[in-house]
């Protein structure tokens, strides 16, 4: 979904056991952004597993706005770190480029199936409300991203960690103590929402900058460090969720991502997808493969909520089941073919409302 950064340092020449980067394609990520993908088009669709057993892939449902944050400003780390005009330029294009596009589509789409006042354009395209409710991402993360750019302009780069890092604390002890919570919770919905998850968001966002910090280092330890870090995150990850699961039922007040829990397996999920033996994978066709499935998983999350009302109808119509997998899978074959379709357009800017 985001542009992947180089790293600044070199893998050792004839150091066969380091991670494949040399083309930043980092398999692992790619599978695990699709995989978040399904579930945000899985949470909104309310896809029910074809059969009881399949819902063991659905335990991650919940992180998957978490993910999708921490990889952003993970991979788009030097924006803000070392952040030059053409940067800025750069990032604001990549985010404003979908949010727009389809905030606009959203609305003529919507105006297909019932009257809609231009007012309600003019909130989703400031809020990502209410017509494509999966845009709130794309706004919050511009948001966040001019709040981080402004900080910066005022301070130097140590200080805007020790800023940052303090805001994201006064954030989650504010999540706790039920602030974040009152405070927007009596606004209007479009406004709330958007608001009242940015400041669940400013966590992952900084985590995911000082982990932009930590990827080269992660990069240049051999494969056997990547297995061992993988299975730790892997076996630490598991606990936590149990323990979360069958022994504690508290979860603070907020706009469904308050809470440690959600940040820190987050992160373990972003660490085993870096550390992922799947990444060691030299086969060039298996690796030409899953980037085709995984090439438009931007265009998925930004358009299925529209095309799924269209999926709805149609399912409707023919009296099948709606809200199950099997309307969650069509829809995003669909949302996949269109994104194709549309990156086939010979313009840059176009491609980049998909991919």
Avoid at 44 to 72: A, D, N
């Amino acid at each position: 979904m985001e542009e992947v950064l180089n790293t600044p340092i070199d893998i050792e020449q004839g150091r066969a056991e380091a991670a494949p980067r040399k083309d930043r394609t980092i398999i692992g990520v790619q599978i695990l952004r699709f995989y978040m993908a399904f579930m945000v088009a899985s949470s909104h669709l309310g896809g029910t597993p074809l059969v009881k057993w399949l819902g063991i892939f659905y335990i991650f449902q919940p992180f998957h706005v978490p993910v999708f944050m921490l990889l952003s400003f993970l991979l788009c780390g030097r924006y803000f770190l070392s952040p030059t005009k053409e940067l800025v330029r750069k990032r604001l294009l990549r985010i404003l480029i979908p949010f727009v596009t389809w905030g606009i589509l959203s609305y003529f789409l919507c105006l297909i199936l019932w009257p809609i006042s231009f007012s309600t354009l003019v909130n989703q395209l400031f809020t990502g409300y209410p017509l494509n409710n999966a845009l709130w991402y794309l706004a919050t993360s511009l948001w966040i991203c001019i709040l981080f750019w402004i900080i910066r302009i005022i301070a130097d780069k140590k200080a805007f960690l020790i800023v940052i890092t303090i805001l994201s604390v006064a954030c989650i002890v504010s999540q706790y103590t039920g602030l974040n919570y009152s405070l927007f919770n009596d606004l209007p919905y479009n406004i709330k929402f958007t608001i009242g998850r940015c400041f669940e968001m400013i966590p992952y966002a900084t985590i995911g900058i000082f982990l932009s910090m930590a990827v080269p280092y992660l990069d240049a330890l051999d494969r056997k460090y990547h297995l061992l870090l993988f299975f730790g995150a892997g076996i630490l990850m598991a606990t936590i969720v149990a323990i979360r699961t069958f022994f504690i039922s508290y979860r603070p007040q907020g706009f469904d991502y308050p809470g440690a829990y959600l940040i820190v397996v987050a992160i373990l999920l972003v660490l085993t997808a870096y550390t992922n033996p799947i990444n060691f994978v030299q086969n060039e066709k298996f690796k030409s493969i899953v980037d085709r499935i995984t090439s438009y998983t931007l265009g998925v999350f930004c358009m299925h909520i529209v095309i799924g009302r269209f999926v709805e109808w149609a399912f409707i119509s023919l009296q099948w089941e709606t809200y199950t997998t099997v309307m969650v899978l069509v829809t995003y074959a669909i949302c996949y073919a269109l994104s194709f379709l549309i990156s086939l357009i010979p313009n840059k800017y176009i491609k980049q409302a998909v991919n």
